[in-house]
């Protein structure tokens, strides 16, 4: 985990701004945190060089592009190790990040090692993806379901 920076008053509102309109100029940028535009282009460049500022994208809701159906899995994998394998667990994180239907991956404490969130097609898109991919993984030992009813609040914002 890397160290926050400080932020003062500006910086937040800059912050603020951008996660409600990322592509807003810096003109406009500038008028709603009143500043001028080159001061608030100094900023966002400062704020990209820390880290505090890492990217811009467009935020896609999945079910907008064919993808109706949300599911968390918890799973958990095995414990034991032989010394020349790898770790169980760097094999399952190597093997997430090539997973297309896994948009999020976090590390647990508790019962289960990792929750996934996984975004896919229809029933026959998870049961695929569960069958053929996540069980066939050698590191995977157990995953329990949860699927996504209705969304009550999803964002991108940090409360800065």
């Given at each position: 985990?890397?160290?926050?920076?400080?932020?003062?008053?500006?910086?937040?509102?800059?912050?603020?701004?951008?996660?409600?309109?990322?592509?807003?100029?810096?003109?406009?940028?500038?008028?709603?945190?009143?500043?001028?535009?080159?001061?608030?282009?100094?900023?966002?460049?400062?704020?990209?060089?820390?880290?505090?500022?890492?990217?811009?994208?467009?935020?896609?809701?999945?079910?907008?592009?064919?993808?109706?159906?949300?599911?968390?899995?918890?799973?958990?994998?095995?414990?034991?190790?032989?010394?020349?394998?790898?770790?169980?667990?760097?094999?399952?994180?190597?093997?997430?990040?090539?997973?297309?239907?896994?948009?999020?991956?976090?590390?647990?404490?508790?019962?289960?090692?990792?929750?996934?969130?996984?975004?896919?097609?229809?029933?026959?898109?998870?049961?695929?993806?569960?069958?053929?991919?996540?069980?066939?993984?050698?590191?995977?030992?157990?995953?329990?379901?949860?699927?996504?009813?209705d969304r009550v609040k999803a964002t991108t914002v940090v409360p800065v």
């Amino acid at each position: 985990m890397s160290t926050p920076i400080e932020l003062d008053a500006v910086d937040r509102r800059i912050l603020r701004a951008l996660q409600a309109d990322g592509r807003a100029t810096y003109d406009q940028l500038a008028a709603t945190v009143q500043l001028s535009a080159s001061a608030t282009l100094r900023r966002v460049k400062r704020l990209e060089e820390a880290g505090v500022i890492s990217g811009y994208v467009a935020v896609v809701p999945p079910e907008r592009v064919g993808f109706g159906l949300t599911a968390y899995l918890n799973v958990r994998l095995e414990k034991h190790t032989e010394s020349h394998k790898r770790n169980p667990m760097d094999l399952f994180r190597a093997a997430v990040q090539t997973w297309p239907e896994v948009v999020e991956c976090v590390a647990l404490t508790g019962e289960m090692d990792y929750l996934l969130r996984v975004v896919v097609e229809d029933m026959g898109h998870y049961s695929r993806f569960v069958m053929d991919t996540l069980l066939k993984h050698p590191s995977v030992e157990d995953c329990k379901t949860s699927f996504v009813l209705d969304r009550v609040k999803a964002t991108t914002v940090v409360p800065v």
